[in-house]
C-alpha cells in the first residue's frame, strides 16, 4: 500500500499541478471503489467545481471542491497518476477526472480494495478510518519520546500491530514497520509490554528515522507518482538476501495476518524458546 512517505510526495505533486484546476469530466471505470455519501450522481456533483486544495491525512488523500470533499484511501495497490484522456486507458484505471488544462486525475487499483468517498464538507469523521488519527510521527513538538512513551504503555499487541495502528501513529503499513523494527533491533512479534525504557525510546528515534529519511529520498528522485520507490529499503521485499549489517539472511515470517520481513540476528525473538515456528516461514 502508499505508506506516509509515498502519499506526502504524491500530495506534493498533486498541488502543484491540480490545484486551481476545474473538473470537466469524470469518468468511473470501477464503480466498486466509489462511495457517495450526497445525494445526486457523480458527474453531476463534481463537474464544473474547481479543486481548491489537497492534503493528506492519515492515510487519506483529500481533495477539497468547496462545499464537497474527495477523500481516496488507496489501501493495498491504489495509487495516482496525471495522464492525458486521450491516451491508452490503463487496465487498473478505476476513477478519472478529466481536468480544465486537458489533463486527467486518474485513481488506479488493480485490485479494487481502495475507496473513494465523495462528503460534504466538515464530515470528514464520518469516513472509516478518518474518525481517529494517530500521533504524527513527523511533528516534533507532538511526537516527543514522553508522548511515545504513554501511548505504547497502554497497548497490549504485538509492536509490529502496534505500530500499524493508524488511531495511535500517523501512519505506517507493512513496509515501513518493517524497517522501523530493523532500525530498532526489535522483532516484529515482541509484545509492545515486554519492551523496556531504552527499546522504546530506541522505536520512537527509529520512526523519526526511517519516516524522515524515506520522505527525504523519494523526494530527491521525484519518481511519477504512480511509482512506488522502495529498492531503498533494508529489509521490506528482501526475503533470502544478506542482512545489510550483519550479512544473515533476511527472512519472512507472519504477525497478526501481515507478513513481516526482519533479520533474525539483529531482530532476536525473546519471547521464549519455540513460540516462533520457523517451518511456517517461507524457505530461505
Given at each position: 500500500m502508499p505508506e506516509r512517505p509515498d502519499l506526502e510526495y504524491a500530495v506534493k505533486v498533486l498541488r502543484k499541478e491540480v490545484v486551481g484546476l476545474g473538473i470537466a469530466g469524470v469518468r468511473v471505470k470501477k464503480p466498486v471503489v466509489l462511495r457517495v455519501a450526497v445525494p445526486g450522481k457523480i458527474d453531476e456533483l463534481l463537474v464544473g467545481r474547481t479543486i481548491g486544495s489537497v492534503k493528506r491525512m492519515s492515510h487519506f488523500v483529500l481533495f477539497a471542491l468547496g462545499d464537497l470533499e474527495i477523500a481516496v484511501s488507496p489501501m493495498l495497490a491504489g495509487r495516482f497518476a496525471l495522464a492525458q484522456p486521450s491516451g491508452k486507458q490503463p487496465a487498473d484505471l478505476a476513477l478519472a477526472l478529466d481536468l480544465s488544462d486537458g489533463s486527467s486525475l486518474q485513481y488506479r487499483d488493480d485490485v479494487q480494495m481502495g475507496k473513494v468517498y465523495v462528503i460534504r464538507a466538515g464530515t470528514r469523521a464520518e469516513v472509516p478510518g478518518l474518525g481517529k488519527i494517530g500521533l504524527d510521527a513527523l511533528d516534533p513538538r507532538r511526537f516527543t519520546r514522553e508522548a511515545f512513551r504513554a501511548l505504547a504503555a497502554r497497548r497490549r499487541d504485538q509492536v509490529k500491530v502496534f505500530?500499524?495502528?493508524?488511531?495511535?501513529?500517523?501512519?505506517?503499513?507493512?513496509?515501513?514497520?518493517?524497517?522501523?523494527l530493523w532500525e530498532a533491533r526489535i522483532h516484529p512479534k515482541a509484545m509492545v509490554?515486554?519492551?523496556?525504557?531504552?527499546?522504546?525510546?530506541?522505536?520512537?528515534?527509529?520512526i523519526v528515522k526511517v519516516l524522515g529519511e524515506a520522505r527525504d529520498e523519494i523526494a530527491r528522485r521525484a519518481p511519477p507518482i504512480e511509482e512506488k520507490v522502495r529498492d531503498f529499503l533494508a529489509v521490506r521485499g528482501r526475503h533470502g538476501e544478506p542482512c545489510r549489517r550483519c550479512g544473515t539472511k533476511i527472512r519472512s515470517a507472519g504477525v497478526h495476518g501481515h507478513d513481516a520481513d526482519m533479520c533474525p540476528t539483529c531482530q532476536p525473538d525473546h519471547?521464549?524458546?519455540?513460540?516462533?515456528?520457523?517451518?511456517?516461514?517461507?524457505?530461505s
Open positions: 505500530l500499524m495502528d493508524k488511531a495511535a501513529i500517523d501512519s505506517m503499513g507493512n513496509a515501513y514497520a518493517d524497517e522501523v509490554r515486554s519492551l523496556g525504557p531504552e527499546q522504546i525510546d530506541s522505536l520512537h528515534d527509529a519471547r521464549g524458546k519455540g513460540i516462533v515456528d520457523w517451518r511456517k516461514l517461507k524457505p
